[in-house]
């Protein structure tokens, strides 16, 4: 409980530390946080949904990223990224749009348009590291493994610096 605790202590002062002013606004640090899909159910299908853990962890989630003022959420078409950003996404009333995976380039243009905000990004277990990698400017992370759910990843980009928090849920 204390991890938890502690988790959301950070993302409310990541939140709230960087709500810019216009004055600040050019330096402002944009927050995207990271996570891969929950659990999914083998079902024999390239689009499975979650299974019961997955639905567990993604309510775990809701509960972890509801006081982190979010102004998006973003995920992948597939059900198992769309049912883990649900809960949080019907708890703060904001719609999941969808992104493009590995297109980097859109990943850029996501965080520019989003300048001094927080937003959360649902992907795979390929996805998550290389955008981050692109992010930071280095090959940091490596894939994750098939058995890898509960990592958060925060990424703070200012102009062309990228910090890299990561934690466990």
């Not at 950070?10 to 939140?15: Q, S, V």
């Not at 490596?142 to 849920?169: C, H, M, P, R, W």
């Amino acid at each position: 409980m204390l991890k938890y605790r502690s988790l959301i202590l950070i993302l409310c002062f990541l939140g709230s530390a960087f709500t810019p002013s216009k004055a600040q606004e050019s330096a402002a640090a944009t927050t995207v946080i990271f996570v891969r899909h929950a659990e999914k159910a083998d079902d024999g299908t390239r689009n499975p949904p979650l299974n019961i853990y997955g639905q567990q962890r993604a309510t775990r989630l809701a509960q972890l990223l509801h006081l982190s003022n979010l102004s998006g959420i973003y995920s992948t078409p597939f059900h198992r990224t769309q049912q883990t950003a649900k809960p949080l996404a019907t708890q703060l009333g904001l719609d999941i749009q969808e992104y493009p995976p590995l297109k980097l380039e859109a990943l850029d243009e996501l965080v520019t348009a989003q300048k001094g905000k927080t937003i959360l990004i649902v992907g795979h277990s390929n996805t998550v590291p290389a955008m981050i990698n692109h992010l930071l400017g280095q090959e940091k992370l490596e894939q994750l493994t098939e058995y890898e759910y509960d990592k958060v990843f925060i990424v703070q980009v200012t102009g062309d610096q990228a910090n890299l928090l990561q934690l466990s849920y």
